[in-house]
Each structure stands twice: as structure tokens, then as C-alpha cells.
């Protein structure tokens, strides 16, 4: 049976999840763009009949009226838009006061949420070793609002977090069309060790979002896509 979805921005992402959406058993209902949703004045209980959960893929300064908007109509969301988490407490309130469900990550591909556990756990065993400095680094295409991505900084979080404390230097790079490459370095006199995830194209993204989607209908609360992504397989 198939679950009824609404994308919320149809850019290069929207377009792709609606495109791929019926391998995963869902059927868009709904769609809200710049034209239809201005200030979310599109999001209405008439034009989310049937729908029974949200992809939202659109900018940091829409996305958190749009999840407010989409809890108070009942509405369980995946969110992969960006940029927003300072206002996540406050959006966390919003779901779960309105006891519906979000799915949200700096980065919905499976092998970006594998790669990021791969790097923590590489910087827990260099945090015992003093010699070692880290970096990390990132190339998206140029129209990516946000620099450094928040799979950068998740991945920086996540080193911090293993116990390595010293230094570790972000740099970002905008250009082209490049979909996405990060990646972490440990260096010392001796050697250097080099981490690095490519991402060919946005269909992992896209994939990932989709397999949250058919996840998230009918479950209550706020959940990061890491911590789902052994109930996805």
C-alpha cells in the first residue's frame, strides 16, 4: 500500500525524491513551491489531504516556519534542508507539543551517516596520540547556501565528541556543480591519514530522504537520521 507524501520545495532535490518516490512505495500528493507556499501560506489542511508525511527540501530561512506549519496540521516531516539547527530546540517543542514526528540531518545518504561513525571512531584512537593535528575539508557546487556544510560541522562535532581536542582547521570550497566531497585528514611529522566520502551525484540524498519518509509515517517524536538508519535496511 502505498503512503501518500508532499514535497516542500521542488528544486534539483524535490524534483529528484518525487522522481524516485514510487520505488519506495510513496505517492506524492501534494507539492509546495516558492509560487504556491509564500511564508507557508500554501501549507493548508485542504491541500494535505491524504498525505500522510513531508519531504522538505528548501532554504534555511523557510524551513523553520515550514515544520511549525506542517506539526500543527498533523503532518510527520523529513527534513534535509540545512542551516536551521540553532532553532532545532525550539522546533523540537513544536513536534512533539503537536505529537508528530521529524526526521532530520545535515546529510540524508547512507554512506555520508556511515562515513561520519567511521571518522569518530578514527579520532578516538589519534586523540591518544599528540603528535597528530587534524583538518577537515569540503567541496559543493556553487549555489550551496552554506558554508561549512552541516555535514562538516557534524563531522567536526563528531570528532570533538570522540575526545580529540586539538587542533582541527574547516575550510570550505564553493564551485561548479560538485554534489559533494568531504573530507578529514590526521597529520603528523611521520604520515598523514586521510578520510574522504565522494558523492557522484544527489540520488543517495534523495534515496535516503525517501526510505525517513516511508519510516516516519505514523511515528511520534523528533529523531536524527543516523539513529533510524539500522531500521531503514
Given at each position: ?34 509560487g504556491n507556499n509564500l511564508h507557508d501560506a500554501g501549507i493548508t489542511s485542504e491541500a494535505l489531504r491524504g498525505v500522510e ?181
Open positions: 500500500m502505498s503512503v501518500g507524501i508532499a514535497i516542500v520545495g521542488c528544486g534539483k532535490m524535490g524534483r529528484l525524491a518525487e522522481q524516485l518516490a514510487p520505488e519506495y512505495g510513496l505517492e506524492v500528493r501534494a507539492k509546495f513551491t516558492r508525511a513531508a519531504i522538505e527540501f528548501t532554504t534555511p530561512e523557510a524551513a523553520p516556519d515550514n515544520l511549525r506549519r506542517l506539526a500543527s496540521l498533523g503532518i510527520n516531516t523529513v527534513c534535509g534542508t540545512t542551516g536551521w539547527f540553532e532553532q532545532l530546540p525550539m522546533i523540537r517543542e513544536a513536534i512533539l507539543g503537536a505529537k508528530t514526528a521529524l526526521v532530520y540531518s545535515p546529510n540524508f545518504s547512507v554512506g555520508v551517516n556511515v562515513f561520519i561513525e567511521t571518522v569518530a571512531r578514527a579520532a578516538s584512537f589519534f586523540a591518544k596520540y599528540p603528535e597528530y593535528e587534524a583538518w577537515g575539508w569540503e567541496i559543493h557546487h556553487s549555489t550551496k547556501k552554506d558554508a561549512p556544510s552541516g555535514t562538516l560541522k557534524k563531522l567536526a562535532e563528531k570528532i570533538r565528541a570522540s575526545g580529540y581536542t586539538r587542533t582541527l582547521t574547516l575550510t570550505a570550497n564553493r564551485a561548479g556543480a560538485h554534489p559533494g566531497t568531504h573530507e578529514i585528514g590526521f597529520d603528523s611529522a611521520a604520515d598523514t591519514i586521510t578520510l574522504r566520502h565522494t558523492a557522484r551525484n544527489r540520488e543517495g540524498f534523495a534515496r535516503g530522504a525517501l526510505r525517513a519518509a516511508r519510516w516516519v509515517a505514523g511515528k511520534k517524536g523528533v529523531f536524527e537520521f543516523r539513529e533510524i538508519l539500522g531500521e531503514l535496511s
